[in-house]
T-cell receptor, first 111, second 113 residues
Framework: NAGVTQTPKFRVLKTGQSMTLLCAQDMNHEYMYWYRQDPGMGLRLIHYSVGEGTTAKGEVPDGYNVSRLKKQNFLLGLESAAPSQTSVYFC??????????FGQGTRLTVV | GENVEQHPSTLSVQEGDSAVIKCTYSDSASNYFPWYKQELGKRPQLIIDIRSNVGEKKDQRIAVTLNKTAKHFSLHITETQPEDSAVYFCAAAGADSWGKFQFGAGTQVVVTP
């Protein structure tokens, strides 16, 4: 039972490049989330999903897209990376009104 | 949607003293209130949670209290130890928020020996 796994753990992108972050959970959770965490700041919700095939915007969705084609996977895409997207990205999953389990984080640097 | 405010942003305490962090929420339909601890360079992990049908919950040196009328909840850490130094986050969730799970801004707790 791996819990929540994020791929990759680290990545350096050039401005304008695109990439996809993968989040996979093996707990059969309905809800999945993508957050970003900047130094000294809290966890800001980017997008979330309440079930397979559904997605919704969080607090800071601009510049990101997501997809949830399978219940266990939640993908976060950056179409044209910008230095302002340099951050640590956390994925999380949970059942309805239960605790959220977090992945180990992805450290992304855009140069 | 739900809005969670957390105070203070930083908290320095001497080892052995108590620490209290407070959060307020806006959505009266929220019914689940977890607290997470994040150590430097690691993922947030749940330390305690409370549901709206309970006013207080304890787990060893950690306790959480909930005041539904005032829409606020608090984390209490007694007999603090250096290993309690971390960032603590609160969150609120409920059916009306449709799965949205937003955190407070976090509290940096520093326990000095």
């Amino acid at each position: 039972n791996a819990g929540v796994t994020q791929t990759p753990k680290f990545r350096v992108l050039k401005t304008g490049q695109s990439m996809t972050l993968l989040c996979a959970q093996d707990m059969n959770h309905e809800y999945m989330y993508w957050y970003r965490q900047d130094p000294g700041m809290g966890l800001r919700l980017i997008h979330y999903s309440v079930g397979e095939g559904t997605t919704a915007k969080g607090e800071v969705p601009d510049g990101y897209n997501v997809s949830r084609l399978k219940k266990q996977n939640f993908l976060l895409g950056l179409e044209s990376a910008a230095p302002s997207q340099t951050s640590v990205y956390f994925c999380a999953s949970r059942r309805v009104t239960t605790e959220a389990f977090f992945g180990q984080g992805t450290r992304l640097t855009v140069v | 949607g739900e809005n969670v405010e957390q105070h203070p942003s930083t908290l320095s305490v001497q080892e052995g003293d108590s620490a209290v962090i407070k959060c307020t929420y806006s959505d009266s339909a929220s019914n689940y209130f977890p607290w997470y601890k994040q150590e430097l360079g690691k993922r947030p992990q749940l330390i305690i949670d409370i549901r709206s049908n309970v006013g207080e919950k304890k787990d060893q040196r950690i306790a959480v209290t909930l005041n539904k009328t005032a829409k606020h909840f608090s984390l209490h850490i007694t007999e603090t130890q250096p290993e309690d130094s971390a960032v603590y986050f609160c969150a609120a969730a409920g059916a009306d928020s449709w799965g949205k799970f937003q955190f407070g801004a976090g509290t940096q707790v520093v326990v000095t020996p």
